[in-house]
């Protein structure tokens, strides 16, 4: 018999988790197509990072038995003011965190919180093939709008991106 996992707390982000989500983050920088940065992040800039989506947004940290399991943001979708009622979301989990539903609880939590400050639409944009990413979004009730092709390249490959699309206004995303 498996042992249930831990529970989670989600809080807001510091600056001292930096270092933490530099270790989640750059393996995906590293290893794989699921972020279209090609060099790791270091502490300095995370930690801006960090501040600069706080200023305006929200980025929080999930915790499992005191240690960061993983970490979720949403900032501006596009820089035109037509735009300010739409965010543009990202979610990274530990490597040996994933597959236990700490995500979908982390991913809940940003969905609530951009519902209470007002926003009305948030914009996932997935790197493909990404199926674990893809299954999360369509259970949080985001709906697939469209693929463009060929838009990232890393590691010599065209990498197509999907862009999913969730309306807050029709509801939180613990509903």
Not at 36 to 54: G, L, Y
Not at 93 to 111: C, D, E, M, P, S
Request: aromatic content about 10%; hydrophobic content about 40%.
């Amino acid at each position: 018999m498996s042992a249930s996992p831990s529970p989670l707390t989600i809080r807001t982000a510091t600056g001292a988790d930096a270092v933490a989500f530099c270790a989640i983050y750059n393996p995906y920088v590293r290893n794989t197509t699921i972020s279209f940065e090609t060099q790791p992040v270091d502490e300095a800039e995370m930690r801006r990072r960090i501040q600069e989506k706080q200023q305006r947004h929200a980025w929080l940290a999930a915790e499992v038995d005191g240690q960061i399991a993983g970490y979720a943001y949403y900032g501006p979708f596009r820089p035109r003011p037509a735009y300010d009622h739409t965010v543009e979301s990202a979610i990274y989990i530990a490597g040996h965190q994933a597959g236990k539903g700490y995500g979908r609880l982390l991913y809940t939590a940003l969905i609530d919180s951009a519902y209470l400050r007002g926003y009305r639409e948030m914009i996932a944009v997935i790197a493909l093939p990404n199926p674990a990413s893809l299954a999360l979004h369509l259970a949080l009730g985001f709906r697939e709008v469209g693929v463009l092709q060929h838009v990232g390249r890393k590691f010599d490959c065209d990498v197509d991106v999907c862009l999913w699309q969730k309306s807050l206004d029709a509801g939180q995303g613990s509903l």
